[in-house]
């Protein structure tokens, strides 16, 4: 079978460590023949991404925090020599802990605006910093969560936050479409990962899954990294837009009931 992305570039961001389903869509890249450019925010998670990087034998691993425009101008600069950028994926998120452990009416408008900033405004950003990278069209993909259009108990702020994260795909992919560059979203199952262990009773919520879902399995890290292959790929030349689920169907579940 042929490498479904031979020949392209693709950039992830957000990258935190082997269980991160950035990791997993990196090395899904990697498989597929993608040259692959990896980036970090600070010095605190540097020394982790260079060596997973080096793992998957990254052509580039940058420092970008994608909050700071001047760091975005930059991450632009550095990469113009490896142009055209084909592939784009979008995986950061932050909302704080407290924010997350108390009522949503409780949030605080610093806290609202962060989450905001991070998981949703930052899309936009780095699309407009790497579109004109992308010269030759190509796909941009970020994650969001059934949180966006369900109350998820306890995923609260972040919720609101993949919502507006969600509508920013569709508006996206409105305005770059005319450059043949494909915007959408992958809204994956819950899955152990270091920042769900911030979700208080996260393991109550993989149970529930685990039981209610058609598949009545939790989603696989790898399921998803397949997904955003083909998203990246020439194979999703045709879709631009949407949320793609992977969650094992649990998002077609209404009320489960006991036999």
């Known amino acids: 079978m042929p490498h479904l992305l031979a020949g392209k570039t693709a950039i992830v961001l957000g990258v935190a460590n082997k269980w991160s389903i950035a990791y997993a869509i990196s090395s899904a890249f990697v498989r597929e023949g993608a040259s692959l450019i990896l980036t970090y925010q600070g010095e605190r998670q540097r020394q982790t991404v260079e060596e997973l990087g080096a793992d998957l034998k990254a052509s580039k691993i940058l420092n970008c925090d994608v909050t700071q425009p001047a760091e975005l101008e930059r991450l632009a600069s550095e990469l113009k020599s490896t142009a055209p950028v084909d592939a784009v994926v979008h995986s950061i998120a932050f909302a ?149 689920f992977v969650d094992a169907g649990f998002q077609t579940i209404g009320i489960g009931l006991s036999a």
């Not at 969600?166 to 979203?185: H, K, P, Q």
């Open 96 to 244: 704080n802990k407290e924010d997350l452990s108390r009522p949503f009416l409780e949030t605080s408008k610093d806290g609202f605006l962060l989450a905001q900033e991070v998981s949703a405004y930052s899309l936009v950003s780095v699309a407009r910093t790497l579109a004109p990278l992308m010269t030759n069209g190509g796909s941009i993909t970020t994650l969001t969560y059934l949180g966006s259009t369900r109350v998820v108990q306890n995923y609260n702020v972040m919720g609101v936050a993949k919502a507006a994260l969600e509508a920013c795909v569709r508006y996206l992919a409105s305005d770059l479409g005319a450059a043949n560059i494909r915007v959408n979203a992958i809204s994956a199952g819950p899955i152990k990962t270091a920042s769900a262990r911030g979700i208080k009773d996260f393991s109550k919520v993989l149970d529930g899954v685990a039981a209610l879902a058609p598949l009545r399995r939790n989603t696989d890290p790898a399921e998803v990294a397949d997904t955003a292959v083909f998203l990246a790929s020439d194979l999703a030349r045709g879709v631009t837009g949407n949320v793609v």
